[in-house]
């Protein structure tokens, strides 16, 4: 059996976990990750708010539901909306609101302003931290966007295979991709880096894409399971077993003990959020509130109007587990140490 909890894993070894279906070896691979958790910050697990504000995209991501050729019902919030919706998910107790976007023309091309004017509305007004998820952005952007007072940029880059990256971001340059985020960190923004599982990735692929989080300086890094999205090429791909998810969370969290690992409820919906903390995740996101005409990206709208995805739902399971929310203080000292 391997020994875990070490920070020097070679790949090799990051590889036989990831082959491993040894139930003894998972166990302790995930007993390992609650403890190192449990040391960084005790019974503490942060919450996002998820505010997706212009489905319309200029991209084809084959794996995406919101790709500029899938025929769909699309929506552009304004900025009154923008903003109600962010105080309601503030008030309900999350630590951040993610602003994410599809790369909308109206925005990439001209209005970049409203994005900045609504970040400096969040981080004054409502003195709650920001994450931007804009897609690629030129460098000028970045710097308003930086200094608007965004403290999170994410940009996943889904696989760290350039040719498996060619085959799902379709006519998009990697190193553009990659260059924005490292762009953004040179800024003074904290980074999140990302990958998707179950996309024709294999082992080598999942190791090279957890070191290269490390190697960029990813304070956040996440990993999502596909969900076959209707209407998409990739409609008939099958969504992959959750234990590969899970065991790349538990690495994550060995090889990265300070890390911000979400637990998305994007996923399986909050009947999801259990494993994946359980997994050594130490941050829910894709709180979304109910009734707001917001959706989610890779289930779209599962559990959205029903209140599941909410920091009421997602406190009762963790109260069970012995664990609770942070407070928006807490989630700012994590912060203020990760930027150091
Ligand atoms: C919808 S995008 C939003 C930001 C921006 N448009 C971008 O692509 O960077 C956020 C992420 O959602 C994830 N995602 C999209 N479609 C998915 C799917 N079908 N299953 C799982 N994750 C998906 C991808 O990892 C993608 O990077
Ligand atoms: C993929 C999204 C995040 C974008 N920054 C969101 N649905 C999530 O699961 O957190
Ligand atoms: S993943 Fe992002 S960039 Fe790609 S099609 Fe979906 S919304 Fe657009």
Redesign the pocket.
Known sequence: MLELNRDDFTKAELVKVMRSDDPELLQELFSTARKIRKEIQGNKIFAYGFVYFTTY?R?N?N????RNSNDIERYRKNEEEVLATSKALIESGVNLIDL????DPQYHQEKFETVANIIKKIKGEYDTPVMI???VVSNEIIDNLADAGADFYA??Q?THNRELFAKLRVGQDYDERMNAKLYAKEKGMLIEE?L?AGVGENEEDIVDSLLTMGEIGASQVRV??????EGSPMENCATPDRMEELKIIALMRLLYPQALIPASL??DGIKGLKDRINAGANLITSIIPPKSGFMG??HNTMDVDEGGRTVEEARGILDQMGLRIATREEYKEFIKEAGK
């Open positions: 995209c991209n991501c794996f995406c539901y919101y994410t976007m599809g790369e998820s804009p897609g940009l996943y889904e990302g998707l999502m399971s596909f969900i076959p999205q994007d996923v990206v890779a």
